[in-house]
DNA sequence: CTGAAAGCGCTTACAG
DNA sequence: CTGAAAGCGCTTACAG
């Protein structure tokens, strides 16, 4: 099964020249004469040598191993962020190593440690909900480049790459309020997620702003935003004394629950009740009315953090970087509710 | 940024062992003492050693890394085979890299060879659309364990996971049959594409056994299944002289396009036009009506491949096996069409 | 401009 | 049961 690898060793004897010029003139050294390196990189190619990473990376203590975590790997928003990581890794020379996280934080421990054995250069990670517990992620922090992207913290203080969730969902109840809605309802996750957070802060400045009183019988939070929620939530919702004339969940997910149960109950959307989502996944367009969202750019925020991490990598640079990279999320306005 | 490592030498130092034996002990090497053992094993512990992987990989020639090429890693149900792949690598010990290659022959061939020179210890393979080319993946079998799943070939002499293709689209068409259908439409892609292929064999079988001629007019052959080409061959189909009464398109995506232009023009599903997709992708249950189709096992499928390339890289059998692996897909009836 | 030699951290055949 | 030594394939400080 295994062919007869070729090494500089190899190269070396047949131009009959030491390993170490080799090595330089494949690597471009400015010690070696041009004739050299041309000799050499003819043979290297017609032989099709490729240098073998592990006694490379063994050497020099670099792997080009970039670690990714992310919590689910199935969700659609997670793979456009993927592609970007990887598209983006490509180019500058890394490969990418992902693992799931389940939102287990006991996985996530054992996976930044297996990582860090496995010897990445550096690491991506989307936290998990909980993300009170954040002492290994720190751990990780004081023992290589490490960058959180999508689900942050802003308890961890490194480089962290995300959409302005906030002025995101600002803007989705906005544009609520603008088109004549006023009891607008909010399902959300429990407060320990950060980005629930940030997109509730988005709604209740919205309100505010438009001096719309904040009623609590309106917001529902659920541990776990998912489809399902979203309708027992609206069922919930409609079943209250005065029930809301809008509905801003904060995943496609949850949105797509809602407007099956409006529909079940044949209420008019969104003249009746108007429903926002946010990810822009491939269900808005399917599901009937399509839903309104904000358009989550994850290729960029992909990309966006492979650059700083790379550049973090490279320069090693001692001072800790904590940089908030903010990309901008867009509202996609649908039938789900009017154009203002 | 680097802190000092824990490194063999250092435990054999403090423990006034050599090297040879420190790293036997760690090893459960039968000739050393179950006291050494265990005073060894405690300091590791204690120090929070752990293994430099690439002095290791790179001493034996064996990284632990599997290599995973995709076409698109956005789709769902490949995310759903590469959550199997991930977890049951993690299980056996392996990591894994994961690169797309976008359905781009040049990027595949691209892939095979930086993962190569990567050094993983084999590769899973879901091959491009053009499984005509198939020299580099040839090439790269003879060089390490390689396996196909999902998108796979019988040209390529290693071992296949793949769902039973052929055998679910039979059933899909011949419920179609079951409940009345006569004239069945099918929207496939081009022949270049193996499952494709064998989804139209599926098709042609089930309209043979149950004696229902072949109409070439409803064979819709398209280079890309998306959800526009299934819109714009519905509108094909609709313009022809005599229109199906059913349509089977081989994957979801299309077969919602064909929904959502059957709805445009108030054809009723599934009395005048019934339809069957392929995947039980998270569309299927959000369509309108609820789309029929095929239940992949993805994670099964990923699980498989993997079991069955660590047999391979571990036993390091010179013996090519050549297994075709089929897990069975199920027919899942929704209102697309009636239950029989 | 080129080479000899050391060393990265580990494993293992050989010796005792 | 334990150790000294070689070696995996590369890079690089040192020497010339």
Do not use: W
Not at 162 to 184: C, P, S, Y
Not at 259 to 272: A, G, S
Request: glycine content about 4%; aromatic content about 4%.
């Amino acid at each position: 099964m295994k062919k007869e690898v070729v090494t500089l060793k190899k190269l070396s004897q047949i131009l009959d020249l030491s390993t170490s010029t080799v090595s330089r003139a494949l690597n471009d050294h400015p010690d070696i004469s041009a004739a050299t390196k041309e000799k050499v990189k003819n043979l290297a190619k017609k032989m099709h040598y490729v240098p073998n990473i592990f006694a490379k990376g063994f050497r020099q203590h670099k792997t080009n191993i970039i670690g990714v975590i992310v919590p689910n790997i199935t969700h659609y928003f997670t793979t456009t962020m993927v592609r970007g990581i990887l598209e983006e890794a490509a180019i500058k020379g890394y490969r990418v190593i992902i693992s799931e996280s389940n939102n287990d934080i006991a996985k996530q421990t054992e996976m930044l440690n297996t990582m860090l054995q496995f010897g990445v250069d550096g690491m991506l990670v989307s936290l998990t909900k909980m993300t009170r517990e954040i002492d290994d992620v720190l751990e990780t922090l004081n023992k290589l480049p490490l960058i959180l992207f999508d689900k942050v913290s802003s308890k961890i203080p490194c480089t962290q790459v995300t959409i302005n969730d906030e002025q995101a969902a600002f803007d989705a109840v906005e544009h609520l309020i603008n088109i004549g809605k006023k009891r607008i309802a909010i399902i959300k996750e429990q407060d320990f997620s950060y980005t629930s957070q940030k997109r509730f802060a988005g709604y209740l400045r919205a309100l505010k702003e438009n001096n719309i009183e904040v009623d609590e019988k309106l917001i529902m939070s659920v541990d776990d935003i998912t489809l399902e929620n979203g309708k027992q939530m609206t069922s919930h919702l409609l079943s209250i004394k005065h029930p809301p004339d809008a509905i801003f969940a904060i995943t496609d997910s949850a949105a797509v629950g809602v407007i099956q149960t409006l529909k079940k109950f044949n209420i008019k959307i969104p003249e009746t009740i108007a429903v926002v989502g946010f990810s822009n996944s491939r269900l808005s367009t399917v599901i009937e009315p399509n839903l309104t969202t904000i358009d989550q750019p994850g290729e960029t925020i992909g990309k966006n953090a492979v650059k700083h991490l790379i550049e973090e990598i490279e320069t090693k640079s001692v001072t800790i970087s904590n940089k908030m990279i903010e990309i901008k999320g867009a509202l996609i306005i649908r039938d789900s509710t009017f154009k203002a």
